[in-house]
T-cell receptor, first 112, second 113 residues
Framework: ETGVTQSPTHLIKTRGQQVTLRCSSQ?????VSWYQQALGQGPQFIFQYYREEENGRGNFPPRFSGLQFPNYSSELNVNALELDDSALYLC???????????FGSGTRLTVV | AQSVTQLDSQVPVFEEAPVELRCNYSSSVSVYLFWYVQYPNQGLQLLLKYLSGSTLVKGINGFEAEFNKSQTSFHLRKPSVHISDTAEYFCAVSRGGADGLTFGKGTHLIIQP
């Protein structure tokens, strides 16, 4: 079985720009969630999608948005980038509520 | 809201010695508990999880953890560590459903030869 894959692995953007990060869920998983991990910190929950609908959100502003597609792949979009958005962004997929979250290796975003 | 406290930011231990990584949580409702490991430049790998049942949970790579409801703790243990266990370890909780995981700040396990 394939794991969770994220692209790109690294990205550099300028403050004020917009960015899209992509995630391909593990086969058979219908739930995807996104996390932001700042340097030296634990990951923070951004939001979760189940069957293409956002069904949970952490303490992040609306400029963080997402999509989940019928094949359960997912995107994280961040508008109006700020320097503090520099972090490792992790995608995790699971099947329903079995809590067997499988994480990808992440996208390292640097905002300059 | 729930929170997780990992009491040690770094834990140095000699190879083949036992180790315990401490985790305490606070929540007004029942939660599920997890331990993840993160190797350099990689994502998170699930070591073990407590959902219900026996309070002693066994995971991968010889790790185990014990859920103590009265002390709101979920400490991770391994009887004998190996150099390959050097990594960052994260404790996490969730109320389930669409709640997402709430992580601690992590403990860096340093194995000394």
């Amino acid at each position: 079985e394939t794991g969770v894959t994220q692209s790109p692995t690294h990205l550099i953007k300028t403050r004020g720009q917009q960015v899209t990060l992509r995630c391909s869920s593990q086969s058979g998983h219908n739930t995807v969630s996104w996390y932001q991990q700042a340097l030296g910190q634990g990951p923070q929950f951004i939001f979760q999608y189940y069957r293409e609908e956002e069904n949970g959100r952490g303490n992040f502003p609306p400029r963080f948005s997402g999509l989940q597609f019928p094949n359960y792949s997912s995107e994280l979009n961040v508008n109006a980038l700020e320097l503090d958005d520099s972090a490792l962004y992790l995608c995790a997929s699971s099947h329903g509520t079995d809590y067997g979250y499988t994480f990808g290796s992440g996208t390292r975003l640097t905002v300059v | 809201a729930q929170s997780v406290t990992q009491l040690d930011s770094q834990v140095p231990v000699f190879e083949e010695a036992p180790v315990e990584l401490r985790c305490n949580y606070s929540s007004s409702v029942s939660v599920y508990l997890f331990w993840y490991v993160q190797y350099p430049n990689q994502g998170l790998q699930l070591l073990l999880k407590y959902l219900s049942g026996s309070t002693l949970v066994k995971g991968i790579n010889g790790f185990e953890a014990e859920f103590n409801k009265s002390q709101t703790s979920f400490h991770l243990r391994k009887p004998s560590v190996h150099i390959s266990d050097t990594a960052e370890y994260f404790c996490a909780v969730s109320r389930g459903g669409a709640d997402g995981l709430t992580f601690g700040k992590g403990t860096h396990l340093i194995i000394q030869p």
